[in-house]
């Protein structure tokens, strides 16, 4: 959701039988709009956010928004204030004032979005308020056929109240990991947090159920779906047991001084941009490519592909910052910088690499809607991808077909045989968004495409017909040189998966606080500071998620910043060394294969069955 708004036409129509009860700004009078009339708008398609207690109607905002129409759509019917604010600049942010169409009143209890399967009433349709049905209900329902479900996030939230506590985390909490690799111990005693159960339905939270599901996920049930129903249920009560409590107190602790942090980060200059540093990384980015010239000249085909490649691996991590608006904090210079090393240098997709990761931002580790964990066919980090979900990003189902079950049940092998040729993927998913009709065709960011076919072309030029038909002799050579490095590109893609892969993949519901879900969702890596240069920033994600245009210069100052707010608020701050947090990937990815096999086995056995069935008849 990054970016300016342009001018726009008035957005204060359709605000319905709106409450007449008004208050005065500086600017104007805006109508104090019920929670039922946002309701009802929404029904009828109306995009509807609230941010710093005010109704915004962004409709006429979504087609030219830069960031895609699909984080916008994850934000309806949902208090956006930290996400907007985590990923605009200032500027953005005033202008989105023309946008207000009311206020509200009170604490905002989020809708679930209808993108994610939130249902809304229509207007005139009478009844008491419901509570929407959370994503992992949904699951269920759709993926999993079970009879045992969950109604709202206040049934997650009634969880976290229980006594008895689940094994050690499978992702971070083993027993055998070094002490200083493993979390950050709680401060709070979560399990007895007084919890609301005003909103509570029919739940499994029973000590019953919790040893059925034991014995389900050990055992190996005869049915498939309702093994990958008890590891969903599983997986909920060990986040639910880990992390704070869903309660409307506690989540708004976490949110105010999530937001006095951001206050103290700013104080401390955190966000301005250290330019000494990138002289630096030009210097770097020089050198490297300087010696991917020379060898060619020299014909040291391989030495001279291990340059580039380091070249393009370095490069990622400025047009990274510069999607972010992290260089000037200028929308337009910041793209500009951005789209000339991505497409120009790179030859990917810088308003692609926006549109995806800006979903990835706010709704980190779905395996239905962030596209960050969607790689079906080769991985799969979660169980949920077994029953053929349909992603909320691609508008299409993940088949768990026969070429996903062979990868899948390799992956903790293909893993970095995979990551050296995932470069490959990046161009297709580029060229999809620039030759589809992604991209916003109006709006401030209306040219930014055709500054990115320039680049295509540009870039297919300088390295396909430059270098590869060019500079260097025989196709065999020039397949070595494609191949090295591209190769070589190969620990970014490590890097940006090694962040989410083993963590947290459950979906508490639409009242998880936005900085919980981030720290629940991702962690850190822990290296030497002069190694600051290979991760490019990438090994502060936990912080990178929480405060986005962040300059990745500053990420190291503010991780103590960050500490000090997980241990006040009693969020885990998940931080690991590059080796292991290599193996914990390696053990979720092993994990999930061995479910795989669980379920074929399963399945299996009840086709046995049947047949068995049958010829006794």
Request: with cysteine; charged share 25%; proline share 5%.
């Amino acid at each position: 959701m990054a970016s300016e708004p342009p001018p726009s036409r008035a957005a204060a129509e359709d605000t319905g039988t709106a409450q007449q009860s008004t208050v005065k700004t500086t600017e104007r009078t805006y109508p104090l709009i019920s929670r039922r009339e946002i309701e009802a708008l929404i029904s009828e398609g109306r995009h509807i956010i609230i941010v710093d207690q005010y109704v915004l109607k962004v409709d006429p905002w979504v087609k030219y928004h830069p960031g895609g129409d699909k984080a916008i759509k994850h934000m309806i019917g949902r208090d956006a204030t930290d996400e907007v604010n985590g990923l605009h600049s200032p500027e953005a942010r005033a202008q989105m004032n023309r946008y207000r169409v009311g206020r509200i009143e009170g604490r905002w209890k989020n809708f679930l979005p209808p993108i994610q399967g939130g249902k809304f009433r229509p207007r005139g349709e009478g009844g008491e308020e419901w509570e929407e049905e959370s994503p992992e209900t949904r699951s269920r329902a759709a993926n999993y056929d079970a009879d045992t479900s969950f109604g709202s996030s206040s049934s997650v939230e009634s969880e976290s109240s229980r006594t008895p506590s689940p094994a050690p985390s499978p992702v971070f909490d083993g027993e055998s990991a070094p002490e200083s690799n493993q979390l950050r111990a709680r401060t709070n005693a979560r399990s007895k947090s007084a919890v609301s159960r005003s909103d509570s339905f029919t739940s499994i939270s029973s000590v019953e159920d919790e040893k059925a599901d034991a014995k389900s996920v050990d055992d190996g049930p005869r049915d498939g779906m309702a093994h990958l129903d008890a590891l969903t249920r599983q997986e909920i009560r060990l986040d639910l047991d880990k992390y704070p409590p869903l309660d409307e107190e506690t989540q708004d602790t976490v949110i105010r001084k999530y937001r006095q942090l951001h206050e103290r980060i700013k104080a401390e200059g955190l966000y301005d941009c250290n330019y000494v540093a990138y002289a630096i990384e030009g210097f770097r980015y020089t050198l490297l490519f300087t010696g991917c010239l020379l060898f060619l000249k020299w014909g040291w085909y391989v030495p001279s592909a291990f340059c580039l490649g380091s070249f393009w691996h370095q490069l990622v991590f400025t047009a990274h910052d510069a999607g972010h608006m992290g260089i000037t904090h200028h929308f337009h210079v910041d793209t500009v910088i951005g789209i000339v090393i991505a497409d120009f240098i790179g030859g990917l997709s810088l308003g692609w690499w926006k549109r995806s990761h800006n979903v990835h931002h706010i709704i980190t580790n779905s395996p239905e809607h962030d596209p960050d964990i969607e790689h079906l066919p080769f991985f799969a980090i979660s169980h949920r991808f077994f029953t053929n979900l349909r992603s909320t990003y691609y508008d299409r189902v993940l088949e768990y077909d026969i070429f996903a079950k062979f990868f899948v049940s390799l992956q903790h092998y293909l893993y970095y045989i995979v990551m050296m040729f995932a470069r490959l993927n990046l161009y297709r998913l580029s060229w999809e968004y620039l030759f589809k009709g992604q991209a916003p065709k109006h709006g401030p960011a209306w040219w930014h495409r055709h500054l990115e076919l320039a680049g295509q072309v540009f870039f297919w030029y300088w390295f396909g017909y430059g270098i590869m038909y060019k500079a260097i002799d025989g196709n065999w050579n020039r397949f070595v040189f494609f191949m090295v490095s591209h190769a070589v590109t190969s620990p970014l893609h490590v890097q940006i998966t090694l962040s989410h892969f083993a963590m947290s993949t459950s979906d508490l519901g639409p009242h998880e606080s936005f900085p919980q879900r981030m720290l629940r969702t991702t962690m850190d890596v822990d290296c030497p500071e002069w190694l600051d240069f290979f991760h490019g920033g990438l090994q502060f994600q936990a912080i990178h998620h929480l405060y986005p245009r962040i300059p990745r210069h500053n990420l190291r100052k503010t991780q103590k910043l960050v500490q000090e707010f997980c241990n006040d608020v009693g969020i885990p701050y998940a931080l690991y060394g590059f080796v292991e947090g290599n193996k914990h990937v390696i053990g979720r990815l092993a994990d999930v294969a061995r479910q795989a096999a669980i379920l074929k086995k399963c399945q299996q056995t009840i086709v046995d069955g049947s047949i068995g069935h049958s010829h006794a008849h």
